[in-house]
């Protein structure tokens, strides 16, 4: 039994170091399997910054209608979303929006 492993040494051992690299090539925190969730993450984060960076540039719009040069159109839509403020004569109408 002895002779036969130490005749057959050579390709047990390789047999073992190839099995172990081709799992820890598939599997691991550095392989395929791995390196495709990260892929995916790194996806939606980039989609994620993307909206964020839209609202951010909104809101910095938003507010230098704002603080600048103060534009009195936008301050009446802002009094008539909020405050549901209308002129004399003037018909409302709400509109609610079913997302069903």
């Known amino acids: ?3 036969k492993l130490k005749k057959n040494y050579f390709l047990l051992i390789s047999t073992f170091l ?4 081709f799992f820890n090539f598939l ?5 395929l399997f791995s390196y ?5 993450i790194l996806i939606n984060l980039k989609i994620e910054e993307d909206n964020l960076s839209n609202k951010i540039k909104d809101l910095e719009f938003k507010n230098s209608l704002l603080s600048t040069k ?13 405050f549901m403020f209308g002129k ?4 409302l109408y709400i509109i609610k ?4």
């Open 1 to 3: 039994m002895l002779s």
């Open 18 to 21: 190839i099995l172990y690299f």
């Open 27 to 31: 599997d691991g925190e550095r392989g």
């Open 36 to 40: 495709f969730k990260k892929k995916e």
């Open 70 to 82: 103060l534009d009195l159109d936008y301050v009446e839509t802002l009094i008539r979303e909020k």
């Open 88 to 91: 004399e004569g003037e018909t």
């Open 97 to 100: 929006k079913n997302d069903n």
